[in-house]
């Protein structure tokens, strides 16, 4: 009975390997399904909302394939990006991100970041660290003092956590979609046994299109 018990438990799992697809993911396998969904905005366009780190390797691995993604769903997606304060309130990264945020650089050096961590190995994970480096590619140390000490940057800052909190993330990336779907590349590799960091990127980016247009059919 034992021997019959694992051969079937065997072969469920086969089965469900097999019917696991990028194209037609499933909740409970590709994503979960929020428990509280959150509020999104109003209109016509999904929003996709992406929890990362500048240090996190995944992150770094998923970001030109996410910048292809965003550019091909165009207008049907509204994105925005979410720093985990991975070590609190006062997260250095986090605080990093937001300033560059209000200060409209984003677009300038979200990419500078990500190179300086993972290429030239840069240490950005003490204020003094940033800072510095900030101050060497091309922004003004005050003009960035002044925004990082803002009070509309410091509170950002600190309701982070109750952000991440409310769309229980516990990890990065990972991506809401339409404040209702929660899937990240290990929730999509778990899925398809991928481990492939290019085809799990990829794959990554299918699931994000079949619940975008999921997600766009209830708007």
């Given at each position: 009975?034992?021997t019959?018990?694992?051969?079937l438990?065997a072969a469920?799992?086969?089965a ?20 509280a ?13 992406e ?6 390797p995944a992150?770094?691995a998923?970001?030109?394939t996410l ?6 769903q165009g207008e ?5 990006r ?14 990093l ?11 300038e050096m ?8 993972h ?18 590619n ?5 003009k960035?003092l002044d925004v ?5 940057v410091?509170?950002?800052?600190r309701r ?14 990972t991506?809401i979609?339409?404040?209702k779907y929660?899937?990240?590349p ?13 085809a799990?990127?990829?794959?990554t980016s299918?699931?994000?299109d ?10």
């Amino acid at each position: 009975m034992r021997t019959l018990r694992l051969a079937l438990a065997a072969a469920a799992l086969i089965a469900g390997a097999a019917f696991a697809s990028p194209t037609d993911p499933k909740n409970g396998a590709e994503y979960t399904t929020l428990s509280a969904p959150q509020p999104v905005p109003a209109g016509k366009k999904v929003e996709v909302i992406e929890f990362f780190m500048y240090h996190c390797p995944a992150c770094n691995a998923m970001e030109p394939t996410l910048n292809q993604w965003i550019k091909k769903q165009g207008e049907n997606i509204v994105v925005r990006r979410v720093h985990l304060p991975f070590t609190g309130p006062v997260d250095p990264e986090a605080h990093l991100y937001l300033t560059l945020e209000a200060m409209g650089k984003l677009d300038e050096m979200h990419d500078k970041v990500f190179h300086a961590v993972h290429v030239e190995r840069k240490r950005l994970n003490k204020d003094d660290a940033i800072i510095d480096w900030v101050s060497k590619n091309g922004i003004d140390r005050d003009k960035f003092l002044d925004v990082w000490n803002s009070f509309g940057v410091v509170t950002k800052l600190r309701r982070l956590s109750q952000v991440v909190a409310n769309y229980k993330v516990d990890s990065t990336p990972t991506f809401i979609i339409d404040a209702k779907y929660s899937l990240s590349p290990a929730t999509v590799s778990n899925a398809n046994g991928i481990n492939d960091m290019g085809a799990l990127t990829q794959a990554t980016s299918q699931v994000m299109d079949a619940l975008v247009a999921k997600a766009a059919k209830t708007k």
